[in-house]
T-cell receptor, first 118, second 112 residues
Framework: GAVVSQHPSWVICKSGTSVKIECRSLDFQATTMFWYRQFPKQSLMLMATSNEGSKATYEQGVEKDKFLINHASLTLSTLTVTSAHPEDSSFYIC??????????????FGPGTRLTVL | QKEVEQDPGPLSVPEGAIVSLNCTYSNSAFQYFMWYRQYSRKGPELLMYTYSSGNKEDGRFTAQVDKSSKYISLFIRDSQPSDSATYLCAMSLISKGGKLIFGQGTELSVKP
């Protein structure tokens, strides 16, 4: 159990376009989902925390108008990179937390989405 | 100064060796200490977690936390080529979940 999926796994887009990444909890309801960004050989940096039905909380330095997060249901959160530029190229990883005490609120991570902006 | 410091390696060891991975941190309020394993182009998976100070063992893996020194370690005994991955330490204030602060990750390669 506790599987988190992401789609797409890899996306290439042109500069200036928008890209949407989906994160789904497949076998549990996730009250809280997190979006991370990881550059090559670097750590995961938390971008934002989203709770179902409410606005996301962004970390300092993350542009909320550029990285739009929607958590419309207990099993789906989306991250939209608007007007993407080459510097947005990165590995984006989501995680989901049950929030009901199961597994001590452990975060389960998705497989990641590699975004390349040309 | 980063909140969590981890030597990025890379670390290369022969099969069967004992591997020691370490992290230091600056925030004494951290209560939960996790070790994740991440294979190339995949998301991290939780290996072990420890609450507060102490040791925890799970098969070939042992996690140690020394809060007085703000230092945590992961030991891998009888390392296998399948252990080759990046190992990330992570810390949290209130639970295994919530806001996690990750170390940079140590890239480990176990040679057969």
């Amino acid at each position: 159990g506790a599987v988190v999926s992401q789609h797409p796994s890899w996306v290439i887009c042109k500069s200036g376009t928008s890209v949407k990444i989906e994160c789904r909890s497949l076998d549990f309801q996730a009250t809280t989902m997190f979006w991370y960004r990881q550059f090559p050989k670097q750590s995961l940096m938390l971008m934002a925390t989203s709770n179902e039905g409410s606005k996301a909380t962004y970390e300092q330095g993350v542009e909320k108008d550029k990285f739009l997060i929607n958590h419309a249901s207990l099993t789906l959160s989306t991250l939209t990179v608007t007007s993407a530029h080459p510097e947005d190229s990165s590995f984006y990883i989501c995680s989901a937390e049950t929030g009901d005490g199961r597994a001590g609120n452990e975060q389960f991570f998705g497989p990641g989405t590699r975004l390349t902006v040309l | 100064q980063k909140e969590v410091e981890q030597d990025p390696g890379p670390l290369s060891v022969p099969e069967g060796a004992i591997v020691s991975l370490n992290c230091t941190y600056s925030n004494s309020a951290f209560q939960y200490f996790m070790w994740y394993r991440q294979y190339s182009r995949k998301g991290p998976e939780l290996l072990m977690y420890t609450y507060s100070s102490g040791n925890k063992e799970d098969g070939r893996f042992t996690a140690q936390v020394d809060k007085s020194s703000k230092y945590i370690s992961l030991f891998i005994r009888d390392s296998q080529p399948s252990d080759s991955a990046t190992y990330l330490c992570a810390m949290s204030l209130i639970s295994k979940g919530g806001k996690l602060i990750f170390g940079q990750g140590t890239e480990l390669s176990v040679k057969p």
